[in-house]
């Protein structure tokens, strides 16, 4: 089955510096998976960070960005300098339309906590 | 605008008891609908989804079920409860199941002790 891997499960960075969430995933279904960042801010519902659907694809969404890369299987989200702000949860994930479902994949999440 | 509401917010209860968790969607006629589930420290992974009003699907079987008694309305539930069910449960919808973009309740944590 289609599968995401976040390598990291907790980062913690200052205030200004830069970001990368890793995420890798792997899809069995035929064709080239939509990708997707979800994030959780606390207190909040989930919500739609950026997505991408077509390979080769840059996505940016509040600063954050994540660009598909087919050949490596990566869709990492990065942040040229983050804020307190940006604490929260991150989810990497895939979709594939298939038979009338369009089913979500989902990385473990990453909790982002940043220093002020 | 569409809203969707979950109901409850939060639950405790005996392993053995029935169980039923609720989603609204408003704003949006013939949603595609969808059940997430999260065990604390574990993936978010998809349980149901239904495509319209009286038809719903399974994706992982976890001695839940599901239905769709209204177009805007999607229930889950069971009749007893497993100490394995605890965990949080995410309603979402999409304007249709090609949609690439789903969106998601507020979640309801349920404790099974």
């Known amino acids: 089955g289609d599968s995401v891997t976040q390598t990291e499960g907790q980062v913690t960075v200052s205030e200004s510096k830069s970001l990368i969430i890793n995420c890798t995933y792997s899809a069995t279904s035929i064709g080239y998976p939509n990708l997707f960042w979800y994030v959780r801010y606390p207190g909040e519902g989930l919500q739609l960070l950026l997505k991408?659907?077509?390979?080769?694809q840059k996505g940016s969404s509040r600063g954050f960005e994540a660009t598909y890369n087919k050949e490596a299987t990566s869709f990492h989200l990065q942040k040229a300098s983050v804020q307190e702000s940006d604490s929260a949860v991150y989810y990497c994930?895939?979709?594939?339309?298939?038979?009338?479902?369009?089913?979500?994949?989902f990385g473990q999440g990453t909790v982002l906590s940043v220093i002020p | 605008a569409q809203t969707i509401h979950q109901w409850p917010v939060a639950e405790i209860k005996a392993v053995g008891s029935p169980l039923s968790l609720g989603c609204t969607i408003k704003g949006k006629s013939s949603p595609n609908l969808y059940w997430y589930w999260q065990a604390t420290g574990g993936t978010l992974q998809q349980l149901f989804y239904?495509?319209?009003?009286?038809?719903v699907e399974s994706v992982v079987q976890l001695n839940l079920s599901a239905s769709r008694p209204k177009d805007d309305q999607f229930i889950l539930s069971t009749e007893k409860l497993l100490l394995s069910h605890s965990g949080f449960y995410l309603c979402?919808?999409?304007?249709?199941?090609?949609?690439?973009?789903?969106?998601f309740g507020p979640g309801t944590r349920l404790t099974v002790l």
């Open positions: 979402a919808w999409s304007w249709d199941w090609g949609a690439a973009e789903q969106f």
């Open positions: 991408v659907i077509t390979a080769g």
């Open positions: 239904s495509i319209t009003v009286g038809q």
């Open positions: 994930a895939l979709s594939v339309a298939t038979g009338g479902n369009n089913k979500l994949t």
